[in-house]
């Protein structure tokens, strides 16, 4: 998780065109105010204070419901009232359009007894009361509220009394106008005075405003107290409805991108012996639906923002993560996304030329933080060589292929005469993790030149193997227990013993053609060892893949870098163990990570507590994860197609199916996938054997 701190100077810290990745971009909204009521009496809690028991620090959101559908959010508590409490709230773009929303009924706040997220956009609360004095202790009254990222809730009354009732419905209603910034900050300022508006109530400030409407509208608009009433005949048996409609005075309706016709997202669907399978790839897909942006200057090109509610805005590293576990959804997101950072690529003279920005992110206590421009930089080449793989059109790939060149170059040339990428640099650690991604780059970098003509492959290879020969022997160290790679060498050559969850890295090597894997920076006898770490007690948790093993000093279960589950690296670890032949090892992977997805309503938070699984126990929550996140929920997408082993080389007119033969989660069908730009569907057995049972025409079967 990338924690809010003060920009930095460093090249690597800049901050991209639509803000730092752990904020929404800013939007501006124009307007003056007008019809200003007198300053109302103090609302306590003022809104962004967190919660008690929380203070200082981000306001957490591990009991929020959060309906997102960039740019618009929706955060509420699981009591459905806003309150204006720590994040609660609706947002659009980074703003809080309104902070407060309080229904009373008959003078009462309805009963909470369910709250459920009913999409990755929409949320359902349900509350009643008992309003008939001779009801006894059954209520009579239900309160339903549908609320909506796109500024709209629905408020809906329903009646089981005997006999008609007069119903007086009360929504209290206040906002700060805050930015998303201020208040996981702690700094937002009091509630703004209201001016009646329309048919609802309007506030302003000199550099925004926000409005909400109401249909029906309401027989009362109070300015002074942010108060809108209404009064309801309800005969037996019947309902009355409400809809309020916030949005920036003036602005359209939101439309999000997700909600397009014209999705980059395949609507693929799973089913098989497991239940949770179809499941966990609808909701991967619906999140991933509602975290697309548009590139402002070409809104043909979308990204995933890195996740809500910080990252809501374009992260580098987490969207092209995202874009490359997705590829067997389409190339199209993989497209608009390698397109929307080639236009931020650094260019001019200078050693960072090519280098694509990113912030810096921690990493942990044993190391200082990295560079994710550094990833970014090296997932360029990788993703844009894999998606030609998955059929990116020829003239796209060639259009994209000189920011790959200048990725490889820089690449290049900030190793210099050295063997090992450095980060950060000047006189970093080489990570292991840095290595793996600049290996990986190497090779798929190199075979893409060779592919159009390009020069500088053959020189990418000599390095890459060079690299190899030295990673293993300089990285590895061996112990009592069989070795291990070290997490890093530090600037005088000194290896880092501790074991983490970046070391699946090293298991991710990349696909070349025909179906066949690049080789890794490990030997099969250190691939087989680390397997074994990787599947033992001290990193997997029972739900996932711990971040910092158990037993390592300064070990965390809820560190977000020193012991917490990582999903994204944990779905990796799944595929690459898998990949490698260790399937024990990645069936344990997955089952902990589907059943805890189950407890989390198949909504992956980025990341959860590394606590001990036990009987009857469940996956303890991350007070700041975010959830959705962009590469949780790409995960979901590459531990299924990663059971079914789909290795796709569209220039070749060929796909390789390469399934996990133990079948960990028994019969899986896996449909509406998309290879070389046209549906896909492929199903493999309890027996562990796949079957291609739809393709694009003159797509061959591989060996």
């Known amino acids: 998780m990338h924690q809010p701190s003060p920009p930095s100077t460093a090249d690597d810290n800049r901050r991209l065109r639509d803000g730092p990745p752990w904020l929404p971009p800013a939007e501006a909204v124009s307007g003056q105010p007008r019809n200003r009521a007198p300053r109302p009496k103090p609302v306590r809690p003022a809104p962004g204070t967190p919660p008690p028991g929380h203070p200082g620090g981000l306001p957490p959101t591990h009991t929020a419901l959060i309906c997102v559908a960039l740019p618009g959010l929706a ?16 947002y659009r773009a980074g703003r809080r359009l309104l902070a407060r929303c309080q229904v009373r009924v008959a003078g009462r706040e309805p009963l909470p007894v369910q709250a459920r997220m009913t999409g990755a956009d929409s949320a359902r609360f349900v509350g009643t009361l008992r309003v008939s004095p001779a009801a006894g202790p059954d209520p009579d009254v239900i309160v339903e509220r549908t609320r909506h990222a796109d500024g709209t809730e629905r408020i809906t009354l329903r009646s ?3 006999h008609l009732l007069r119903l007086p419905l009360e929504v209290a209603l206040g906002t700060d106008l805050a930015d998303l910034g201020a208040i996981a900050s702690g700094t937002t300022g009091p509630e703004l005075p209201a001016s009646v508006h329309d048919s609802g109530l309007r506030w302003a400030t000199p550099t925004g405003n926000a409005a909400i409407t109401a249909d029906p509208p309401p027989a009362d608009a109070l300015a002074s107290a942010g108060l809108l009433r209404w009064e309801f005949d309800l005969p037996p048996g019947g309902t009355a409805s409400v809809e309020l409609r916030v949005r920036a005075d003036g602005a359209a309706p939101l439309r999000a991108v997700g909600r397009a016709a014209t999705s980059p997202l395949a609507p693929a669907r799973a089913a098989g012996d497991d239940p949770r399978v179809p499941a966990l790839l609808r909701t991967s897909i619906d ?10 200057a070409h809104p043909s090109d979308t990204y995933v923002a890195g996740g809500a509610p910080w990252r809501c805005g374009l992260a580098p590293a987490e969207a092209l993560a995202a874009a490359r576990m997705t590829l067997p959804l389409g190339t199209r997101l993989a497209a608009g996304t390698l397109r929307a950072l080639a236009r931020t690529q650094l260019r001019g003279p200078g050693p960072r030329t090519g280098m694509i920005p990113g912030p810096r992110r921690d990493a942990g206590a044993h190391l200082p933080p990295g560079c994710t421009g550094t990833e970014a930089t090296l997932l360029f080449p990788a993703l844009l060589a894999e998606a030609r793989r998955w059929g990116l059109p020829e003239q796209e790939t060639r259009e994209l292929l000189p920011a790959a060149e200048r990725c490889l170059s820089w690449l290049r040339t900030t190793v210099g005469e050295h063997t090992y990428l450095c980060d950060p640099r000047p006189g970093g650690p080489a990570r292991a993790e840095t290595q793996a ?7 798929l970098g190199a075979d893409l030149l060779d592919a159009y003509d390009r020069p500088g492959g053959a020189a990418l290879r000599q390095w890459a193997g060079e690299l190899r020969t030295a990673f293993r022997a300089d990285f590895w160290v061996e112990d009592r227990g069989g070795g291990r790679p070290a997490a890093a060498l530090t600037p005088d050559g000194r290896p880092l013993t501790h074991l983490g969850s970046t070391a699946v890295h090293l298991l991710d090597t990349g696909l070349l053609g025909a179906g066949e894997l690049a080789v890794g920076l490990l030997d099969r006898a250190q691939t087989g060892q680390l397997s074994r770490l990787l599947g033992g007690p001290a990193m997997d948790s029972g739900w996932g893949l711990r971040g910092l093993g158990a037993k390592e000093a300064g070990h965390n279960p809820f560190g977000h870098r020193a012991g917490a589950v990582r999903v994204q690296e944990t779905a990796l670890a799944v595929a690459g163990l898998a990949a490698a032949g260790y399937e024990k090892e990645a069936g344990g992977l997955l089952r902990g990570l589907l059943a805890a997805s189950e407890h989390f309503g198949h909504r992956l938070p980025e990341m959860f507590a590394g606590v001990q699984r036990s009987d009857g126990s469940a996956p303890l929550p991350h007070p700041a994860a975010c959830r959705p996140a962009a590469t949780a929920a790409a995960s979901g997408v590459l531990l299924l197609t990663a059971l079914a082993g789909i290795r796709p080389d569209v220039p070749a007119r060929t796909v390789t199916l390469r399934p996990v033969h133990s079948a960990p989660l028994g019969e899986l069908g896996l449909t509406g996938l998309r290879v070389a ?9 309890r027996l562990g054997l796949a079957m291609v049972e739809e393709a694009a025409d003159g797509l061959q079967l591989g060996a």
Not at 437 to 443: E, N, P, T
């Open 160 to 162: 089981s009394a005997p």
């Open 75 to 90: 955060i509420s508590a699981e009591h459905g009232q806003l309150n204006g409490r720590g994040l609660e709230g609706f």
């Open 437 to 443: 991604h600049a290996h990986r780059a190497a090779l």
């Open 287 to 296: 999140d991933l639906q509602s975290l697309l942006l548009r590139d402002p």
């Open 677 to 685: 730009g046209a549906p896909f569907s492929v199903r493999v057995s």
